[in-house]
């Protein structure tokens, strides 16, 4: 085996499994990106996967692999700093075993991230929630799942992850009712439910009758839900609750837009960031300060505690004829 070979295999099963024990996603996500890369470079080399070695995958070769993921098979620039970051951990260990490789490595560790706009997030408001919530069929076993589920979802902002994850004995629903969930980075934390939530979910794991280690949402076959049948259900009530509520048209909503609804609902409601922070399992409060960006209303709010009341609105103009020059250039 050549010495790409070994180090790649020891990066995965010393560094991510044993040293760092990541999250099966995360060891998925970097399986993925380097087969990519392997597979790229050995068209590039013509060589079989291998028989590559490290000098190999040089600056050169990983900056044409990162310009084909977006070129060839149309990934965006979060999809594509992604890639790089698995790839520059690779590198970062493979430094550690090959000093030898130092130069190479270090200028494929320079390869900078892409930049990117940063779009508002998208939330639905009150009234969407409620359409979307009215849309499944309750009168059915898959309706009454789908109604719970998305009940839960829009009210505590778990990861779609999170929600299959989900098993009975973790919805406690008496004082001090909450759900239980382990979430992105290995972190446990609870999230308190609201009363009507608490009957909805009472009334599903009477129905569920499920052992407490088995899964909270299920298919009819009795298995876990997948998060491709999430956003896949979830379109389905889209376009049903879009008739009743039109503005719902104009939205992409996905799993992950009902936990930005939670986290608005919490910041319109005068919640600090910080404890919206805790509720979404945020590694750092910094990344909760989108929703205040997205926020017209508190905007809205700050303005006009900032305008005197007594001020007429309009434009200044100088009196001054020189000034007045100066101002309409």
Same mark, same amino acid.
């Given at each position: 085996?050549?010495?790409?070979?070994?180090?790649?295999?020891?990066?995965?099963?010393?560094?991510?499994?044993?040293?760092?024990?990541?999250?099966?996603?995360?060891?998925?996500?970097? $399986?993925?990106?380097?087969?990519?890369?392997?597979?790229?470079?050995?068209?590039?080399?013509?060589?079989?996967?291998?028989?590559?070695?490290?000098?190999?995958?040089?600056?050169?070769?990983?900056?044409?692999?990162?310009?084909?993921?977006?070129?060839?098979?149309?990934?965006?620039?979060?999809?594509?700093?992604?890639?790089?970051?698995?790839?520059?951990?690779?590198?970062?260990?493979?430094?550690? $075993?090959?000093?030898?490789?130092?130069?190479?490595?270090?200028? *494929?560790?320079?390869?900078?991230?892409?930049?990117?706009?940063?779009?508002?997030?998208?939330?639905?408001?009150?009234?969407?929630?409620?359409?979307?919530?009215?849309?499944?069929?309750?009168?059915?076993?898959?309706?009454?799942?789908?109604?719970?589920l998305f009940s839960l979802a829009a009210q505590t902002g778990l990861r779609a992850s999170e929600l299959i994850g989900l098993h009975c004995a973790d919805a406690h629903l008496g004082a001090g009712a909450h759900v239980s969930c382990r979430g992105k980075g290995r972190k446990e934390r609870i999230t308190p439910?609201?009363?009507?939530?608490? *009957?909805?979910?009472?009334?599903?794991?009477?129905?569920?009758?499920?052992?407490?280690?088995?899964?909270?949402?299920?298919?009819?076959?009795?298995?876990?839900?997948?998060?491709?049948?999430?956003?896949?259900?979830?379109?389905?009530?889209?376009?049903?609750?879009?008739?009743?509520?039109?503005?719902?048209?104009?939205?992409? *909503?996905?799993?992950?837009?009902?936990?930005?609804?939670?986290?608005?609902?919490?910041?319109?409601?005068? *919640?600090?960031?910080?404890?919206?922070?805790?509720?979404?399992?945020?590694?750092?409060?910094?990344?909760?300060?989108?929703?205040?960006?997205?926020?017209?209303?508190?905007?809205?709010?700050?303005?006009?505690?900032?305008?005197?009341?007594?001020?007429?609105?309009?434009?200044?103009?100088?009196?001054?004829?020189?000034?007045?020059?100066?101002?309409?250039?």
């Amino acid at each position: 085996m050549t010495a790409l070979a070994i180090t790649l295999q020891a990066f995965f099963t010393d560094r991510l499994v044993r040293q760092r024990q990541v999250s099966p996603n995360t060891l998925a996500a970097y $399986r993925d990106t380097l087969r990519l890369l392997l597979v790229f470079a050995a068209d590039k080399k013509g060589k079989e996967p291998f028989r590559l070695e490290i000098d190999d995958l040089d600056a050169p070769l990983i900056g044409a692999f990162l310009d084909d993921l977006q070129e060839r098979r149309k990934n965006g620039a979060r999809t594509r700093n992604a890639r790089l970051a698995a790839i520059r951990s690779l590198f970062r260990y493979a430094a550690l $075993r090959h000093p030898d490789r130092s130069a190479l490595i270090e200028r *494929v560790l320079a390869i900078p991230p892409k930049r990117f706009d940063r779009r508002l997030v998208t939330f639905l408001t009150e009234p969407e929630i409620a359409a979307l919530l009215a849309a499944p069929d309750t009168t059915t076993w898959t309706g009454r799942r789908d109604h719970a589920l998305f009940s839960l979802a829009a009210q505590t902002g778990l990861r779609a992850s999170e929600l299959i994850g989900l098993h009975c004995a973790d919805a406690h629903l008496g004082a001090g009712a909450h759900v239980s969930c382990r979430g992105k980075g290995r972190k446990e934390r609870i999230t308190p439910l609201t009363s009507g939530v608490v *009957v909805t979910l009472r009334g599903w794991l009477t129905e569920r009758a499920g052992q407490p280690e088995a899964p909270l949402f299920v298919t009819c076959s009795g298995k876990a839900l997948s998060r491709d049948a999430l956003e896949h259900r979830l379109a389905k009530y889209m376009q049903i609750a879009s008739k009743a509520c039109p503005t719902l048209t104009q939205k992409s *909503v996905t799993m992950h837009v009902l936990r930005h609804s939670a986290a608005m609902r919490l910041l319109q409601a005068g *919640v600090d960031t910080s404890v919206i922070a805790l509720w979404l399992g945020h590694e750092s409060v910094e990344t909760t300060q989108i929703y205040l960006h997205a926020d017209l209303t508190i905007k809205e709010r700050a303005l006009a505690r900032t305008t005197p009341a007594d001020t007429k609105p309009g434009r200044f103009h100088p009196t001054d004829k020189l000034l007045a020059f100066l101002e309409a250039l």
